[in-house]
Nanobody
C-alpha cells in the first residue's frame, strides 16, 4: 500500500509561483511512476504532469507546458510540482498519483494510488 500526502497549496497571484510537494510512504516509491492531476470546480479531473521512476522522463499537456515542472527526489520519497506564471485558470484541487511501474502515464485510470489533494487558488 502506498500513501500519498500533498502539501504546498494555497493562494497565489496571477503571474506568481507555487511549489507543490507529494510525500509517499512505502518502499516502492523509487520504482513508481508519478503523476499530477487537477480538478477545477464543475470540471473533470485533468492531467497536469507525469514523471517516470528515475525522473529522466517527464510529460505535460500543452496547457501547462513551459510553466510547470515536475521533479522527484527518491531519497526523500517526494515528488514536486513547480508552477510558474500562474493563471486564474490554474485554480483547482491538485492531486498526486502513483503507479507501480517504471513507465510514464497520463491517463487517470492508469494510476493505482491517489492523495487527498491540495487546493491551489490563483487570484487575478
Amino acid at each position: 500500500q502506498v500513501q500519498l500526502v500533498e502539501s504546498g497549496g494555497g493562494l497565489g497571484p496571477a503571474g506568481g509561483s507555487l511549489r507543490l510537494s507529494c510525500a509517499a510512504s512505502g518502499r516502492t516509491f523509487s520504482s513508481s511512476a508519478m503523476g499530477w492531476f487537477r480538478q477545477a470546480p464543475g470540471k473533470e479531473r485533468a492531467f497536469v504532469a507525469a514523471i517516470n521512476w528515475s525522473g529522466g522522463n517527464t510529460y505535460y499537456p500543452d496547457s501547462v507546458k513551459g510553466r510547470f515542472t515536475v521533479s522527484r527526489y527518491n531519497a526523500k520519497n517526494t515528488v514536486y510540482l513547480q508552477m510558474n506564471s500562474l493563471k486564474p485558470e490554474d485554480t483547482a484541487v491538485y492531486y498526486c498519483a502513483a503507479r507501480r511501474s517504471s513507465g510514464i502515464y497520463y491517463r487517470e485510470e492508469e494510476y493505482d494510488y491517489w492523495g487527498q489533494g491540495t487546493q491551489v487558488t490563483v487570484s487575478s
